[in-house]
């Protein structure tokens, strides 16, 4: 039998916080795999940004990606979301999805994949054990909840404060901001809780599924607590991420999808 011997090209959407630190270990080296294109908005920072690398990419736009990649990281703002994975799945390729939140908007990007042999991967990203909540929903979960705790810096700017006039700066104990559900959470705080629709879209969906989210000037790490309840088996888990230098994003959320990537290509392939 031939061994594959083409490596999967991949592309990048959004060369913020994630996209810089994906584009710097692909070039690098991981077998099987080679960074292609990075959509950009202004090529001529990206180059510079980019300038170390010892291959540059090629710098297009979002509509440019499809065409010069197997796999496409999205990894921008959610309201982008459609734009960069529906060529992509049209093509019958994979868009490998951060801004989770926004996917419940556009759940009709499922029917595309499926219409046309596309995939939509969902990293685990900055949460943890979603191996052992999708594992525990082939059985009965009777309860997933989830408690984050950011430090103010990590929220500023969010949907649901401005709206609700919520002040945050300056406090100088834990203030809860928000009970409710991932769906919710998804509208108020778009680039703060994507990692709650993953849990949600792993586990009981985004409307069982129950959410806290804390300011906590007592943090400084993006905590996250989850707690499963299901007939296979009852588990607690809790994530402190060292913030990036965007702080509402935690450090490991580019090494998840780099995981995630090299997964695609290796021939011993761990976790669910
Ligand atoms: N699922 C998860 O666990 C996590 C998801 N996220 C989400 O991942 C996404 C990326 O996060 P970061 O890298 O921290 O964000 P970031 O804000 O640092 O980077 C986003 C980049 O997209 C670029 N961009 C905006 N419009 C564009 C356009 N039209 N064409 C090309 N590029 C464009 C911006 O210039 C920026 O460089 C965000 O939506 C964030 O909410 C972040 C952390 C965890
Ligand atoms: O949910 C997100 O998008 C990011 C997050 O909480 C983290 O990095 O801890």
């Not at 203030?175 to 629709?197: D, H, T």
């Amino acid at each position: 039998m031939q061994a594959q011997t083409r490596p999967l090209r991949i592309g990048i959407a959004g060369l913020g916080a994630v996209g810089k630190k994906l584009a710097e270990t692909l070039d690098a080296g991981m077998d099987g795999l080679v960074l292609s294109a990075v959509a950009v908005r202004d090529t001529a920072k990206a180059q510079a940004t980019l300038g170390h690398l010892k291959q540059m990419p090629v710098l297009t736009d979002i509509a440019g990606l499809a065409e010069l990649c197997d796999v496409v990281v999205e990894c921008a703002p959610g309201a982008l979301l459609p734009a960069i994975a529906r060529p992509v799945l049209e093509q019958g390729k994979t868009v490998v999805v951060l801004s989770s939140g926004a996917l419940l908007t556009n759940m009709d990007l499922i029917e595309v994949a499926k219409a046309h042999g596309g995939t939509i991967s969902v990293p685990t990203g900055a949460l943890l054990g979603l191996d052992a909540v999708c594992a525990a929903a082939e059985g009965e979960i009777q309860s997933v909840r989830m408690v984050t705790r950011k430090p103010v810096k990590g929220l500023l700017g969010a949907k649901y404060l401005v709206d609700n006039n919520i002040q945050i700066e300056g406090i100088t104990e834990p203030v809860q901001i928000f009970k409710g559900s991932p769906r919710e959470a998804a509208v108020g705080f778009a680039a703060n809780l994507n990692v709650a629709v993953a849990l949600s879209l792993a586990g009981i969906g985004p409307d069982r599924t129950t959410l806290e989210v804390w300011a906590d000037p007592t943090v400084d790490k993006n905590t996250h607590n989850i707690e499963v309840v299901s007939d296979a088996a009852l588990f607690s888990m809790q994530i402190q991420n060292i913030p990036t230098e965007n702080p509402k994003t935690g450090r490991i959320t580019a090494q998840s999808v780099i995981a995630t990537l090299r997964k695609m290509r290796a021939p011993l392939r761990v976790g669910t």
